[in-house]
């Protein structure tokens, strides 16, 4: 995680970053989250990770849960259809 050092969530609660179920304050804590990650100059960097290492629960280069489970969804039909040109997470 070298991307870290550069993240412009340093400093902010981690809490932040993992609203709990689907409440309207709980999309209010998501929008924040993203908000913070929509500045940060190493968002790809760590959107790339968190898919690699299925990190399911938060937001993490700008995404939350299901934007991620969706991107990872397309890359494996990509891989089997032989249109992917990096491997599937």
Do not use: H, N
């Amino acid at each position: 995680m070298w991307w870290l050092v550069d993240a412009a969530c340093i400093g902010a609660d981690p809490e932040l970053f993992f609203p709990i179920g689907t409440s309207r304050p709980a999309a209010d804590q998501a929008i924040r989250a993203k908000a913070i990650c929509g500045s940060c100059r190493v968002r790809f960097a760590c959107l790339e990770w968190s898919l690699a290492t299925y990190q399911d629960a938060g937001v993490w280069g700008g995404l939350d849960e299901e934007e991620r489970r969706e991107i990872r969804r397309l890359r494996r039909r990509a891989v089997a259809d032989g249109r992917a040109l990096e491997p599937a997470v």
